[in-house]
């Protein structure tokens, strides 16, 4: 899984990751995984050796996922499996690899990164940065849907494709273009559950109360005309029995933002006068875990939290001034980080191994009834106790504003008639009370203006004095800062000292070492040098002998071969010279005969006629037209004896197997050279050769189907359990390779049907004197 050179390098180097080791501390070869390596002008381009095939790349996937993944804890091995299935990654673009391992090993990659993005979302930045990981999915998922439409135009379909290009619309939920690529799908893709699904949620997900962009605010996303904001179908819709975990956990990324959509939308449709809403109710529509987190991005947009009810209550509505229309709402720079959702996602995943979601065994909840029905009971019970609850909490309010109704009336009585009597008293005392009412007003006015100016002298005091405190404490603190800094910089100046010694002392001996590692190399290299140079001559050496063992036995067997045949042909002609001696002998008697005793060897009847002399010549005229006669005749005779033969004589052209005759004959012999053979890699052969003149003859064409030998190499094999027999015809234009001479047992020759002089077997030799 990872390179020789590189394994020796990193430990060097001191670069093994604490997962790598074993228990002495060095690097473990069985747990070192290739690091991944950027495109630098510093960095070579990697070694063909040093690339991964894509078998060792999916051996490597299953040893992280399998193995790291299921043992370590997550945030210990996350840093560790997000670089090495980069280098994975890297591999597979070096050999630009895209068949239907590549696109396994990057479905299995792209549900880490989702699973990491749930998992670690509120780790701080040190430990996890949700930028980098949302880089490398987006990645991730490109080269995936280009793996796809490669496949396709190659015919071939992935059965995850859907689920994957589902995951690429969440990602890009505002991103206007992402509707007219999800229409070029196919229709099997577009119509899908997940594809369907995923644009479900990009419809739901779309604000048109986006703040417009500005120096300070680039980048923002576009409003969206005539959105309805329907923020709480988009919660319902996570939380529905049907939608996968994964999908559950890539839309958690987007709840900050769809929240503050959703307050902002809330901040002007409930109005001023309305005395607020309670904050129960906004965590259950927007899916909050608890009401302090409500609570905390409530105070972060500038909302008022009331708690003069007894229990949280916010209040929207509120307006910069009292003659604007536009309404309160802090924009902040950017939006809360995502935290996990306890009651929204969490339960989805049902006690399923990190193991299990990222190789996508039994990563859907769809695929498991037994869960689908717990979620679905859980939720039903939630929303019994919320709605009972919420029940409760209607009457205890629907009591108190009937009480406080009754109070109000029973004030509003109370008030009336004491406005009467009041009235009456101040018909009768108004002309008395008058001066009194006046010269009270006037002490109460010089009252509080003498409390007016008493209290502004105390707060004058007050501010001095504190001015004086902070003063005093700046004076200390900055006497502390300088003393401090002093003392850091006699600390930095013998840090630098000691870490300037330790560096010196390090690049002295890492001097020593680079130059024992040349020597080493040098001494490497004068020894492979020396050992190529041998082993070429040795090399060499025995290539000529065995070259001149094999020439030796291939003059040999041609001796063997010319030895052997030597008699057969001699035999043969010896035969033909004495057929044609007969044959001659036959035709001057036949001549003899037709025109010395007037006997017509083709003419019917006179097959009995012997010695009956004629004195009767025939002329030259009727001489030439009965050989005429005759040599129509012989044509329309052989033309009609032609293959495929009908005549009554049709049983010399059946096909014979002549292997089951030779069987019995050369068994016994086949049998005890069988442990002589010098090679015993196959099985042993017996072959029949039939030497013909021509292959166009008729009598080739005899042989041919007699023997029952294919068109294509004229050849017959008959196998049986010992060795096999192989009939085969040859010509003196054919090739004989060494391997049929050694398998030849016999030899049958077909002589010419016509003398033909100079290459003839049949040519009838001279007597030499």
């Not at 996508?360 to 859980?378: D, H, I, R, V, Y």
């Not at 060897?601 to 001489?623: D, H, M, Q, T």
């Not at 005890?672 to 064409?701: C, G, M, T, V, Y």
């Amino acid at each position: 899984m990872c390179p020789e050179f590189e394994l020796v390098e990193r430990e060097y180097q001191n670069g093994l990751d604490s997962i790598e080791m074993d228990e002495d501390g060095h690097a473990d070869p069985y747990k070192t995984v290739k690091a991944y390596r950027r495109s630098a002008a510093g960095n070579d381009q990697p070694l063909p050796s040093d690339v991964r095939p894509p078998p060792v790349l999916k051996e490597t996937l299953d040893y992280l996922v399998d193995n790291v993944l299921s043992e370590y804890p997550l945030v210990k091995c996350h840093a560790f499996l997000r670089d090495r299935t980069r280098s994975i990654r890297q591999d597979f673009t070096l050999q630009n690899i895209r068949d239907i391992t590549a696109v396994q090993v990057h479905e299995r990659i792209a549900r880490f990164h989702i699973l990491c993005l749930h998992e670690m979302c509120e780790l701080e930045e040190e430990k996890f940065s949700e930028q980098q990981e949302t880089e490398q999915l987006r990645k991730v998922l490109l080269s995936l849907t280009e793996f796809y439409d490669d496949l396709r135009d190659e015919g071939i379909e992935t059965p995850n494709e859907a689920e994957f290009r589902a995951y690429y619309i969440i990602t890009h939920l505002r991103d206007n273009d992402i509707t007219r690529q999800a229409m070029a799908l196919p229709p099997h893709i577009f119509l899908d559950f997940h594809v369907k699904r995923a644009l479900q949620f990009y419809g739901l997900a779309q604000r048109n109360n986006e703040i417009g962009e500005s120096s300070s605010r680039r980048n923002k996303p576009a409003n969206i005309e005539a959105c309805q904001n329907y923020y709480s179908k988009f919660f319902k819709l996570i939380a529905a029995p049907d939608t996968p975990f994964l999908m559950s956990c890539l839309l958690e990324w987007h709840f900050p933002e769809v929240r503050k959509g959703a307050l902002k939308a809330m901040n002007k449709a409930y109005l001023i006068a309305n005395p607020g809403v309670e904050a129960e109710y906004v965590r259950q529509v927007l899916a909050y875990d608890t009401v302090k987190q409500l609570i905390e991005e409530v105070e972060l947009y500038g909302l008022q939290i009331d708690m003069s009810l007894g229990q949280p209550t916010i209040r929207f509505g509120q307006k910069y001034h009292a003659d604007t229309k536009s309404f309160f709402f802090a924009e902040p720079l950017s939006t809360p980080r995502p935290r996990r959702s306890m009651m929204l996602v969490e339960p989805k995943k049902s006690g399923i191994s990190f193991r299990d979601i990222v190789n996508g065994t039994t990563s859907s909840m769809e695929n498991n009834p037994m869960m689908q029905a717990q979620l679905q009971n859980s939720q039903l019970e939630r929303a019994h106790s919320m709605a009972a609850i919420n029940q409760a909490k209607r009457a205890a309010m629907e009591a108190q504003i009937k009480h406080a109704q009754l109070k109000l009336h029973q004030e509003k009585q109370a008030y009336t008639k004491a406005i009467a009597q009041a009235e009456i008293q101040a018909k009768l005392q108004a002309e008395l009370k008058a001066k009194e009412i006046a010269a009270q007003k006037k002490a109460a006015e010089i009252q509080r203006t003498i409390e007016e100016h008493r209290r502004q002298e105390e707060i004058k005091a007050t501010l001095k004095e504190e001015a004086r405190i902070a003063e005093e404490s700046r004076r200390r603190e900055e006497e502390e800062m300088t003393m401090r800094a002093a003392l850091a910089a006699e600390e930095e100046r013998r840090r630098a000292e000691k870490a300037a010694a330790e560096a010196a002392e390090q690049e002295r001996l890492r001097q020593e070492e680079q130059e024992r590692a040349i020597a080493r190399m040098h001494r490497q290299a004068l020894i492979s040098q020396l050992s190529n140079r041998w082993m070429n001559q040795l090399m060499s050496t025995v290539i000529r002998q065995a070259s001149f063992e094999l020439t030796s036995k291939a003059i040999q067997r041609v001796k063997n071969l010319q030895k052997k045949l030597k008699p057969w042909i001699q035999r043969a002609r010896s035969r033909v010279e004495k057929r044609d001696e007969v044959a001659i002998a036959r035709n001057k008697r036949w001549h003899f005969n037709m025109y010395k005793a007037g006997v017509k060897p083709w003419e019917a009847g006179n097959a009995n006629v012997k010695g009956r002399a004629s004195n009767i010549l025939l002329e030259a005229s009727v001489i030439s037209r009965k050989a005429q006669e005759t040599i129509k005749a012989e044509e329309t005779a052989l033309a009609k004896a032609s293959w495929p033969y009908n005549g009554p004589n049709e049983a010399i052209w059946e096909t014979e197997n002549f292997a089951e005759r030779i069987y019995p004959i050369i068994k016994a012999p086949m049998c005890e050279f069988e442990p002589r053979r010098e090679d015993n890699s196959a099985k042993s052969e017996w072959q029949l050769w039939i030497h013909l003149a021509n292959r166009q003859e008729q009598s080739a064409q005899w042989i041919q189907k007699k023997f029952g030998l294919d068109e294509e190499f004229s050849r017959r094999t008959e196998r049986y359990k010992e060795f096999n027999i192989t009939t085969r015809s040859i010509t003196p234009n054919d090739n004989i390779y060494r391997k049929a001479v050694n398998e030849l047992g016999a030899v049958i020759f077909s002589l010419s049907e016509m003398k033909r002089l100079g290459i003839d077997d049949c040519e009838k030799k001279k007597p030499t004197t």
